[in-house]
């Protein structure tokens, strides 16, 4: 009983390991081996193999194709295959196993119950993702295998035609015992490439990687959110972060020129007049925000001129300066607001002045400031522009020695 026991699960065990690894044994040859390829616009790599396979006399159960899964495009970017169909040259489906793991997907075509002799010709399809940035494509087509491919050709097609010069193609070989040269050759029609091909003779124990080169924009891989894919911020959300930076800068710059910027408000709200109206002290607060003693002597001989002032030449004595030196008197009660008044009311309470040179050169300094408030209180809220007019002097007094 023990003994039939052993007998029948050595029989399940042998008849398993059969089945997987002697029926689906490679034959002697590839006779012809074609590859067709189009590369989408989202990366997806289609793939259609054409090829005929020559079992000879003593025949075979079917084939086993090798997917090589070994050249990612993306850093870290899985790759992965998906079998479509294969079928024979009638359109007949032939039967199959397909699993991946590792860096290759592995397809056995063929039937356990079913014996095939002498050449058979298959359409083999699938697709690939993983391989294509977006600016390149690295593609092992082929694993080395032991059976020769006499003739091996393998067509890589663009979704869009582009400009040559903007794509470049080369090929290898793995691990490179094949001698010869492996060269990929652009597919050019009308001044436009629309892929690469490859041809070559007696392949045998290598595989065959190309890889290409195009323009960026050729293909758009999609954008695959998961779970540890941090969330992109929205196209949008940039603009009105933009915004919102800029303004508080902006805000930011203007709180703290608040001062200037009330102060040049105000100034531009007031009325620009002519100085023709205004005493010659004013103009000069006005123009450079002080008054000189040039300006006192210019407003004491226009107030001389209006009734406002008498003068009394006095002769200097000769000496270091030769000129004339005046008295200063206010015959009027009634005196003009602003400036003029409060310089006229300065002489009147030193009872007039005996001499102008000694006022300016030592009392004129005790009484500027307040003239000068009296000028900026006379044209607080206009703008005054400025006079061309030449300071009138007085005869013979020689005020340019108070130039200042």
């Known amino acids: ?40 616009r989202d990366g997806l790599l289609g793939v259609e193999e054409h090829f005929t396979f020559d079992f000879g006399v003593d025949g075979n159960h079917g084939v086993i194709r090798e997917i090589p899964l070994l050249s ?18 009638a359109g007949l489906p032939y039967k ?31 697709t690939l993702n993983g391989l294509a940035t977006n600016t390149g494509l690295r593609w092992q087509i ?25 794509a470049t193609g080369t090929c290898s070989f793995t691990p490179g015992r094949t001698s010869g040269g492996c060269l990929l050759k652009p597919l050019i029609k009308d ?8 041809n070559i003779d007696n392949l045998t124990k290598d595989g065959v990687v190309v890889e290409i080169s195009y323009p960026r924009g050729l293909v758009e891989l999609p954008a695959v959110t998961t779970r540890d894919t941090p969330r992109a911020l929205p196209q949008y959300m940039w603009y009105i972060l933009a915004t919102l930076v800029f303004t508080v800068l902006l805000a930011a710059l203007l709180w703290k020129n608040r001062k200037y910027i009330a102060d040049w408000r105000a100034e531009r709200k007031k009325p620009v007049l002519f100085p023709d109206a205004y005493s010659y002290l004013t103009r000069a607060v006005a123009g450079h925000g002080y008054i000189s003693k040039k300006d006192i002597i210019a407003a004491i001989t226009d107030l001389t001129a209006r009734g406002y002032l008498t003068l009394s030449p006095i ?29 006229l009311s300065v002489i ?57």
């Open 72 to 89: 990612g495009g993306k850093s870290g970017a899985p790759i992965t295959f998906h079998m479509l169909s294969v079928a024979n040259k």
């Open 191 to 198: 001044d436009k490439l629309y892929g690469f091909r490859l």
């Open 1 to 40: 009983m023990l003994k039939n026991k052993i007998i029948s699960t050595g029989a399940v065990f042998w008849s398993t390991l059969l089945f997987v690894f002697p029926i689906f044994v490679h034959a002697a040859e590839f006779p012809n081996y074609a590859v067709q390829a189009i590369l989408g």
């Open 142 to 166: 082929t694993t080395p295998v032991k059976e020769v491919m006499k003739k091996f050709q393998a067509d890589i097609y663009f979704s869009i035609p582009v400009p040559p010069v903007t």
């Open 348 to 404: 009147m309470e030193s009872s007039g002045i005996a001499s102008l040179d000694d006022w300016l050169t030592k009392d004129f300094a005790q009484h500027r400031e307040n003239i000068e408030e009296a000028a900026r209180s006379e044209i607080e809220g206009i703008v005054l522009l400025r006079s061309d007019e030449p300071l009138p002097d007085l005869p013979g007094f020689k005020s340019e020695r108070y130039e200042e």
């Open 96 to 126: 199959f196993d397909a699993s991946s793991g590792g860096n290759v997907a592995l397809v056995r075509i063929g039937d356990k119950d079913v014996i095939l002799k002498g050449p058979h010709y298959y359409d083999f399809r699938y």
């Open 315 to 343: 002769p200097h004595p000769v000496g270091e300066y030769e000129f004339i030196d005046y008295a200063l008197q206010v015959p009027v009660l009634e005196l003009p607001a602003g400036a003029e008044g409060a310089l």
